[in-house]
């Protein structure tokens, strides 16, 4: 069985703030890939970034990086010097197993203050 | 322009009536997925489909049902099984396999009274 537990549920910062997104997952499937998405305000969900099973180093784009540990089974978020635009519900999300199901987890709900 | 499609964006709906919501993509994409979103639950997967003509149920299937006779269409019709159909509904597509993100559309929020 896949689960994504996202334990933070609304995470409250002031404009140019680090803030770091936690995620965890269990799956007993030998490849699989996370996701990361934002949902602004419109509702529609929006792809930020794919990581593989097979693939712990870390990324970085722009302000947004990502930390991927197999052996703690999280794949954490950071925002680097947060915005106002950064406000969202972020999800974190695994695909895996033989029908490719796409399991998301509850969100975090992020608000940058100015 | 290629996307995927979700009509209409509200719908109201009497209780004990069934109600079909649309999905479309011109994406050219087999895999195609249904999720419920409420507020403190995040999105919950109702069905999905990796190919025309088959469908797998999800985690919240129970009054819901879904057909995939076309590549590009894949329709969710919400039963008066549904014992809390009032949500917001999101379709996704992806290219079939497990290295591939999803594109959603812009959901479709359902309430019924």
Known sequence: AQKVTQAQTEISVVEKEDVTLDCVYETRDTTYYLFWYKQPPSGELVFLIRRNSFDEQNEISGRYSWNFQKSTSSFNFTITASQVVDSAVYFCALKGGANSKLTFGKGITLSVRP | ?113
């Not at chain 2, 995927?4 to 011109?26: A, D, H, M």
């Not at chain 2, 985690?59 to 879904?66: K, L, N, P, R």
């Not at chain 2, 509904?89 to 290295?99: D, E, F, P, W």
């Open chain 2, 1 to 113: 322009d290629g996307g995927i499609t979700q009509s209409p964006k509200y719908l109201f709906r009497k209780e004990g009536q069934n109600v079909t919501l649309s999905c479309e993509q011109n994406l050219n994409h087999d895999a195609m997925y249904w999720y419920r979103q409420d507020p403190g639950q995040g999105l919950r997967l109702i069905y999905y489909s990796q190919i025309v003509n088959d469908f797998q149920k999800g985690d919240i299937a129970e009054g819901y049902s879904v057909s995939r006779e076309k590549k590009e269409s894949f329709p969710l019709t919400v039963t008066s099984a549904q014992k809390n159909p009032t949500a917001f509904y999101l379709c996704a597509s992806s290219i079939r396999g497990v290295n591939t993100e999803a594109f959603f559309g812009q959901g479709t929020r359902l309430t019924v009274v």
